[in-house]
């Protein structure tokens, strides 16, 4: 699995509101916006608009990640996840993701702190457990970030897709000024969209090739037919 910035937010919105706020679960596109786009429990924090999400969730039911759950009133759709479904996961090892998809490359410690609203755990140990139990899957689901300059722990990072935090971290402060004041979105926001649009375009054109290969075929059978008349 390899999911975009855009697609990994989404996501791990949607294990976040299952598992700390069920009685809201699933969400609608203004609910899971307003999710994407929060300020706390979030990094890097986005402002992302209803096309990038709507995009990103049009991939992510390609790949039969998220599904729709239709409405028979006339409320709006909602969405919902099936990642523990399609790899086989235990709730702490999808709050384990889910933090770390939300808030990028983490120490175990702070992952046991911030798990605690949707999976608490009883001991550090547990965690590592978890943390040793999804690197050493036949396609690890995470992996370990070790110590770097100025830090004093290894870190964990998720393998879901590339993690937009650890990707840009030396970027925050080498933000270009213009980029700032000019009203464009932040750095940040626009690769994110960006990498997402490929991801569509991606999608459309395997679509096409697809689309492409069926027609040749029915006329080559077109054909034949005509040649044994």
Not at 193 to 210: I, P, T, W
Request: aromatic content about 2%.
């Amino acid at each position: 699995m390899n999911l975009t910035p855009v697609q990994s937010r989404i996501v791990g919105c949607l294990i976040e509101k299952e598992m700390a706020t069920p009685d809201n679960y699933p969400l609608t596109m203004n609910a899971l916006l307003t999710a994407c786009n929060q300020t706390t429990n979030r990094h890097p924090v986005t402002k992302l608009d209803e096309a990038t999400v709507g995009n990103a969730l049009q991939n992510l039911r390609a790949m039969n990640v998220v599904r729709i759950v239709y409405s028979r009133s006339n409320r709006a759709d909602k969405f919902r996840h099936v990642l523990d479904e399609m790899l086989a996961l235990e709730p702490e090892h999808l709050a384990v993701l889910c933090v770390l998809m939300l808030r990028g490359p983490q120490t175990s410690g702070e992952l046991r702190t911030r798990t605690e609203r949707l999976h608490p755990f009883a001991s550090q140990e547990e965690v590592d457990d978890v943390l040793r139990r999804l690197a050493g899957r036949s396609e690890p689901l995470v992996a370990r970030i070790e110590r770097r300059p100025g830090q004093k722990e290894s870190r964990w990072a998720h393998l879901l897709g590339p993690d937009l935090a650890e990707i840009l971290a030396g970027d925050d402060e080498d933000e270009d000024e213009e980029g700032a004041s000019d009203g464009r979105p932040p750095r940040i926001d626009r690769v994110a969209a960006l990498e997402d649009a490929v991801a569509g375009l991606r999608a459309d054109l395997e679509r096409l090739q697809l689309a492409h290969r069926a027609l040749v075929t029915r006329l080559g059978e077109t054909d034949t037919g005509l040649d044994e008349r």
